[in-house]
């Protein structure tokens, strides 16, 4: 341990890795345990994106690829750009690396320095403050709760700001809540950013075709933020291709050149055959995907309903995403079956235990009170989950 990096001693393991792993070993004791704390589609990667990918190996795609990314996807990214979200890029501002998570990780060893600051409004994605951590910036924490449907407010971001701010990243559709800020939202908090121009604005817009309605709007449409806004986003969730570890950014020239060199050193170029089947899922009409989108509203109407007869369970309406993040701060201060609950994370240590299904502390997304439950899960899993856990919490 003493022969470890400082860097290393100092990261949190993820914590929706951490509960996944503790699941599985109960289920290698033979329990009967029903996940529903991993980000992952359910769903089969769709029939003419593996097509894609079966022609690519057909047509000896093997080599290394281009560190950002074969020519022919990143101009269909500039395309996807254009159409779902209003943005021109130019090829030579997208990189296209490993997974989403690589391209925020790029983002910001580029552009922290020690001592930065990052703003995080919460609730955040657990890694965006481990990877802050790496790059030696400092994170403070937006709070929000339940009752202003997880968003932070134009006056909060301001109070936050400081001569050391130096990145905010912005999550919508939002993991973990599935909350969306509204156009109007965005460009309210828009306004205060542009008073401070050495402020950059990372978009993570990895949920927005799984939307239940809102229309998706991307901070770097607005003019005065364009010029200082990565957009990252990538095909995992919207594609049911978690596995195949495509994500990329639309950047200014500069920052996507600082991100091409350092993935250089580390990874080189993402997958070939995931390249390839990439440019298919991103060519093709959005409708094609809409029958999972369908489904995950179906069983967030499914799940909503279930927890609302659950005592203790504040909930509010996710717009997005396939999760909800209900308070169960009304459980704090209790003892279940002999076991005290003083925290998010003992309660979902609880409902592993006891009713053997694993959740996410809300802890590890930067708000106390709160419990990821993940609904990327089928109809039957999601009632004996909920039935579980209502039994586990009958006094």
Known sequence: MDALSTRINSLPASATLAMAAKARELKNQGVDVIGLSLGEPDFNTPEFIKDAAIQAVEDNYNSYTPVDGYAELKTAICTKFKRDNGLT??????????????????????????????????????????????????????????????????????????????????????????????????????????????????????????????PHFSIAAIPELYDRTITVNGVAKAFAMTGWRIGYIGAPEWIAKACNKMQGQITSGANCIAQRATIAALEAPVSNIQYMVDEFQNRRELIIGLLKEIPGFKLNQPQGAFYVFPDVSAYFGKTLRGKSIENASDFALYLLEEAHVATVTGDAFGNQDCIRISYAASDENIKEAIARIAKALEQ
């Not at 580029?110 to 409004?121: A, F, H, I, T």
């Not at 951590?133 to 909060?156: C, G, M, R, V």
């Not at 969306?180 to 927005?208: M, N, Q």
């Open 89 to 214: 890029y130019q090829p030579s501002q997208i990189v296209v690396s490993t997974g989403a998570k690589q391209s925020i990780a790029n983002v910001c060893m580029v552009l922290l320095n020690p001592g930065d600051e990052v703003l995080l409004p919460a609730p955040y994605w657990v890694s965006y403050s481990a990877i802050a951590t790496l790059a030696e910036a400092k994170s403070t924490i937006i709070p929000s709760s339940i009752d202003t449907d997880f968003k932070i407010t134009p006056e909060q971001l301001e109070a936050a700001i400081t001569p050391q701010t130096k990145l905010i990243m912005f999550n919508s559709p939002n993991n973990p809540s599935g909350t969306i800020y509204t156009e109007a939202e965005y460009r309210a908090l828009g306004e205060v950013l542009a008073k401070y121009p050495d402020i950059y604005i990372l978009s993570d817009e990895i949920y927005e075709h799984i939307n239940y309605g809102t």
